[in-house]
């Protein structure tokens, strides 16, 4: 079937890139992230979210987490509220053994639905894992700011009830 579908979509630009993204994403739910990594456009600063979000996990599931963060952080330099793509920002950072990250990337996925009790608690967790020790100080320090931000917000929605 993706071969005749490739086959009738190769006039169509915008065809072909839908073809090419349910290849990707049938790959991916097939558990071969090689055949899905294969399929990534090679134009990743210019990607839409979608190939940013389908490459993420191809790299991420091939073995090359720190390419698949690479990309999730250009994507969230400009969309810092997607809330789906701090969610797989996370385990890219722990297949990389960064848990301090990892655990920081899935508060910001629950600040950016709004959950900020979630959130909350994933900053607190971050917090307690830097107080045991951490060489990495300016991620611990970006944690306890974020974490007074949504102390904040947690205020405000409680004055707000």
Known sequence: MHSRLVELTK????AA????????????AGDDAPRA????????????????MLA???????GQPAQAAQRLQMWLADHPR???VWQLLAPAYAAQGLM??????????????????GAMDRFK???????????DHIEASII?????????????QALER
Request: aromatic residues 2%; proline residues 1%.
């Open 11 to 14: 006039d169509n630009a915008a």
């Open 17 to 28: 890139r839908l073809t090419r993204l349910l290849a990707m994403e049938l790959a991916l």
């Open 37 to 52: 990594l294969s399929l990534v456009s090679d134009g990743a600063a210019g990607a839409t979210r979608p190939e940013v």
């Open 56 to 62: 993420a996990q191809a790299l991420t599931r091939s």
């Open 82 to 84: 997607d809330a789906h």
């Open 100 to 117: 301090l990250r990892a655990i920081r990337a899935e508060a910001e996925a629950r600040a950016a639905q709004h959950d900020f009790d």
């Open 125 to 135: 967790a971050a917090q307690e894992l830097a107080r045991r020790g951490t060489s």
């Open 144 to 156: 306890d700011t974020r974490a007074r931000e949504v102390a904040l917000l947690l205020r405000e």
